[in-house]
């Protein structure tokens, strides 16, 4: 059948007023939900051309001016790891997870600024533009993988860009020692998680590393996982709070009995996972993490109260 113009023009008009309605439903205020799901974003790579692992920075900034529009508030992993959820009240807590140390995610210029159109460039320039939202990232590295990962890929900066990172809020966290596959190099679990820790300590000497991005998202054999938190190589330890995987799902809420720290899950970074995200938060913000505001009391539904996990020095809210 042919399309006639006023038929187009109704099919226009009716697809626009969804629009408009997603994105009212997409800011409205939210219950309080602390049992429900934390979106935790992995990217890769920073360019020009668009693909599962690449981002286009304007894109990249396009996804930032989203998260801020549809109700989601940056989550450190430290507010991850402790539970003391500092998200404010009926916002949606995102983490921001960075993989593999690419020089696309930190460059530095000959004149020895931050590359505007690399990862932190652009957080820079969003703080810049958006100074009331707090924007955080966990950069999950490797000290000795080949360039342009090693570290960010320009060595003589190493100390810097670490040090910067840390003094904007960023965090850092383990991706091993070079990318080691740990379902084939498991005897070397504990070399390559200490010699990271032991490299990072060369340019910040108090920070301890707390989380690992396992690498392809593969495990060792089951027997030993205990490794992944923590071992020692040559007398040097190391010790990590959660592990992280590349499931592609949206993570437990860290208060829910069904949360695993052992396999906490990430979502892919390209488009297709964003517009689900995005669809997902108007369509069923139910499934979503809402947070009270409060850092110690967790608030769930009364119908939820038998799934929550509630660790020492928090109380639980119901309604
Ligand atoms: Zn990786």
Known sequence: M?????????VKKLFHLALVLQSTLATETLPPNELGKIPIIT????????????RPPEVFYRDLLNFRKY???????????TGEIKTPKGKIPVMLTFDDSSISQ??????????????????????????????????FVMPKARYPNNLFGQPKWNKKKLEFLLARGYEI??????????QIYHDRIEEQLAKT???????????????????????PPQEKITKLFQGSYKGFSYQNRVIFDYANKLSESPYSVTFDKAKVHRLHGFQ?????????RAQSPQIFFVSDGLAKIITVPRSRKGEAKIPEGFRLQVY
Not at 272 to 280: A, E, M, P, S, Y
Request: hydrophobic share 45%; charged share 25%; proline share 6%.
């Open 197 to 219: 820790q032991i490299e990072i300590e060369r340019y910040i000497p108090q920070l301890k590393l707390k989380a690992l991005a396992l690498p392809f998202g593969k495990y």
């Open 173 to 182: 966290a383990s991706h091993t020692y070079w990318h080691a596959n740990f």
């Open 43 to 54: 990217y890769h790579v920073f360019g020009a051309k668009e693909s599962e692992f690449v």
């Open 106 to 139: 930190f460059r530095i210029l000959e004149n020895g600024e931050i590359d505007p159109h690399c990862a932190v460039g652009v957080m820079e320039k969003f703080r810049r533009d958006y100074p009331d939202y707090a924007l955080k990232a966990v950069f």
């Open 272 to 280: 297709g996972v964003f517009d689900k995200l995005f669809r997902q």
């Open 2 to 10: 042919k399309t006639r113009p006023w038929q187009f023009r109704a």
């Open 71 to 81: 109700g989601f508030w940056p989550l450190s992993l430290e507010e991850f790891i």
